[in-house]
């Protein structure tokens, strides 16, 4: 118990000098050993890689798990050391809902089946997901988050040590300039040498392991190439499967197909398509204009279609399409063509010149221009 009190307050009386040292310093009452300039350097950048990685780790839990709760509840998982519960994605569980919409709906109808063939596919894209959550967890989150909680921490700690080194080597500097006795003198002389020798000593391992951060970067380096590579083969999925979906959908009937009010609902109030938002997607191949009066497909004769004297327009072409048959016309992105229409035409189809060719155009690939 004796010895407990007494290295109490041997503890309680380093602190305070320290204290003292410390806040004379900052009011410019006292000197302070500046670092060398290489392990300043090494503390920056030490500092910033600290801070860059936990700015990155963060806002990559909020990509890969937006929700706050869900992300709460993984990181008590964690700390606990359970394995995290499998967690449905919401593409799987809009799937799960599409398919149990079929049931009631009917698979037999258009409606139902089409729901059944998307419901599918949205499974995929959320399997596809869920692989590219767990991919991304191990092989980024996961070296992010022990550097965080293992190799800075340690560096943290020695760094605080380097600075109580420092403290004491300076309160030990400003105990030998005030003693004025030979005896006191000798005292200090050797308190200062003491006091040097810990704080090269300590300044030497804080440097290794500050010189260390290099081998991070590297480490981090191969990390961001892993995430970056799952990130592209999840992506490639995904376009793979609404490929796929699109062939799909394009095989199963649709009940609106040559109605008037689809062509429409695409073209707007402004007599523009859809198709010409910023970012849109090429439409799916329109249908084909069987049924209208006079203009089947296999009775159409383009080379005896004659513009009208007026109802001519220019259309600006917003993606490549490729001609199904010779009453079509193929087309090139960003191309300007004339585009008219004609009697019982389809209304999802335009008549499209360019130059000495002519051919059906379909209305979703267009901008219609003045």
């Known amino acids: 118990m004796d010895f407990n009190v007494k290295k109490l307050a041997s503890d309680a009386g380093v602190f305070f000098t320290r204290a003292v040292q410390f806040t004379e310093e900052k009011l410019g009452q006292a000197e302070k050993t500046e670092l060398d300039a290489h392990l300043e350097n090494l503390i920056a950048r030490a500092d910033c890689t600290k801070n860059w990685t936990e700015k990155i780790f963060r806002q990559t839990e909020i990509l890969l ?5 869900a992300r709460i509840e993984e990181f008590f998982y964690e700390k606990l050391d359970k394995k995290i519960p499998m967690r449905t994605t919401n593409g799987e569980l809009l799937g799960q809902y599409m398919l149990d919409a ?3 709906f009917g698979p037999g109808t258009p409606y139902g089946s089409t729901l059944i063939t998307v419901g599918e596919y949205q499974k995929k894209l959320g399997g596809a997901e869920r692989d590219f959550l767990q991919t991304s967890a191990i092989n980024f989150l996961t070296p992010l988050r022990n550097f965080l909680e293992g190799d800075w921490r340690t560096i943290s700690k020695e760094k605080r040590l380097l600075e109580n080194r420092r403290l004491d080597l300076d309160v030990s500097k400003a105990r030998l300039k005030k003693a004025k006795l030979a005896e006191a003198k000798a005292a200090a002389e050797h308190e200062l040498r003491v006091a040097q020798t810990e704080f090269d000593r300590q300044a030497e391992v804080t ?5 260390g951060i290099s081998s991070t970067h590297v480490n981090h380096l191969r990390c961001l190439h892993e995430f970056v590579e799952a990130q592209a083969t999840y992506y490639a999925q995904c376009h793979k499967h609404m490929q796929e979906l699109q062939k799909e959908l394009r ?8 109605s008037p009010s689809t062509s429409a609902v695409l073209a707007g109030p402004s007599g523009l398509s859809s198709s010409s ?3 849109a997607s090429p439409p799916a191949h329109p249908p084909v204009s069987s049924g209208h009066s006079g203009l089947e497909a296999s009775t159409l004769k383009i080379e005896e279609v004659q513009p009208p004297a007026t109802g ?13 048959d010779t009453s079509e016309l193929s087309l ?5 063509i004339t585009v008219y229409t004609v009697p019982g035409m ?9 130059g000495n060719q002519k051919g059906k155009v379909p209305v979703t690939y267009l901008e219609l221009l003045s």
């Open 277 to 279: 938002l910023p970012g």
């Open 207 to 211: 440097r290794l392991l500050l010189e």
């Open 65 to 69: 798990q937006p929700n706050p709760s």
């Open 102 to 104: 079929a049931k009631d």
């Open 346 to 354: 389809d209304p999802d189809w335009l008549i499209g010149e360019r």
């Open 332 to 336: 090139l992105a960003d191309e300007l």
């Open 312 to 324: 001519t327009r220019k259309a600006k072409v917003l993606y490549d399409y490729d001609a199904a």
């Open 251 to 258: 095989r199963i009937p649709n009940a609106f197909t040559g």
